[in-house]
């Protein structure tokens, strides 16, 4: 199996709280993959290890082979690593175009002597950074708010730029915490639909932080369950619908997922 991330035996612990322990799973190149678990199970932490935000304190991460669990974030984003925040990470005052373009930054290798002048390679990097950022704003439907401050608009459409800001990284491995919190039915149907197709258009791999176990079936082709930061399945959907640690520790014995 292709995979193009692998984590071995990860543990992260913040004083007494394990907020990880001792968590395996892989994921495989182009698939959509679900991490899900109830309210503190360490979805978040998991998500802050891969992108290097959370040192884990003891562990692997391999990305396409190669071990990144000491790499700084920022070199984890230029080897294709992007993410989208569960909190909105975005500069409010500024346009959807300038978040989307700010977020390219990292990317940059021109100096901002350069940049600003448009000159030589500079000006060859911009004309890059920009096609992807349109591509970014066709395939996200933002084309009538570009130029719409960020802050103005209903929280729905700002998660949207949200995720619009980490996939114009133009990553091969992007993190979604929660993209579709606090939308209603349409919203949600409509950041599934974009999900689907970063998969099948983009070829992005996609791990997925979602509550609604719905969309999370449907959605997924593997899944991690966490509780309590330990890691209690791992499989297909329909592997984890008949798991009777899910069932039990997850979901409560009484429910069927
Ligand atoms: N920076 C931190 N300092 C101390 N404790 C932390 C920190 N980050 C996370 N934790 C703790 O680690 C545990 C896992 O938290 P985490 O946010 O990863 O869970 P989660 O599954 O994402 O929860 P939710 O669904 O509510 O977002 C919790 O007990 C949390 O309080």
Same mark, same amino acid.
């Given at each position: ?11 992260? *612990?913040?004083?007494? /709280? ?38 884990? +304190? +003891? ?13 700084? =974030? ?11 925040? *569960?909190?909105?990470? @975005? ?5 959807? @175009? ?9 990317? !940059? ?9 448009? #000159? ?22 933002? *084309? ?5 401050? #960020? ?11 949200? %995720?619009?800001?980490?996939?114009? @990284? ?8 929660? =993209? ?24 992005? +791999? %996609? /791990? ?7 969309? %999370? !079936?449907? @959605? ?20 984890? *619908?008949?798991?009777?640690? /899910? ?7 009484? +429910? /069927?997922?």
């Amino acid at each position: 199996m292709n995979s193009i991330l692998e984590i071995e035996k990860m543990s992260l *612990q913040f004083g007494g /709280v394990k907020a990880l322990d001792n968590v395996s799973f892989h994921i495989v190149k182009g698939e959509i993959f679900s991490l899900i678990g109830p309210n503190g199970a360490g979805k978040t932490s998991m998500l802050n290890c891969i992108s290097g935000l959370y040192q884990p +304190t +003891t562990g692997s991460i391999r990305y396409k082979g190669k071990e990144i669990v000491n790499m700084k =974030p920022y070199n984890r984003t230029k080897l294709g690593i992007a993410r989208a925040f *569960q909190n909105i990470a @975005l500069f409010a005052h500024m346009s959807v @175009l300038d978040n989307l373009k700010l977020g390219r930054h990292t990317l !940059m290798h021109s100096g901002p002597l350069s940049g600003g002048l448009y #000159v030589g390679k500079a000006s060859k990097e911009e004309i890059k950074h920009r096609r992807k950022v349109e591509e970014v704003i066709e395939f996200l439907e933002l *084309q009538d708010i570009r130029h719409t401050p #960020v802050g103005t608009l209903p929280y729905g459409l700002q998660k949207r730029v949200e %995720v619009g800001r980490a996939l114009a @990284l133009g990553p091969e491995l992007i993190l979604l915490d929660e =993209p579709m919190a606090g939308m209603n039915n349409s919203e949600k149907d409509l950041m599934a639909r974009f999900i689907l197709d970063m998969h099948e258009v983009m070829d992005t +791999t %996609v /791990v997925l932080i979602e509550h609604d176990l719905g969309i %999370v !079936m449907n @959605l997924s082709d593997h899944i991690a369950v966490l509780d309590f930061g330990k890691c209690i399945g791992f499989g297909t959907p329909d592997d984890i *619908q008949k798991n009777q640690d /899910v069932i039990k520790a997850y979901i409560g014995e009484e +429910t /069927v997922i």
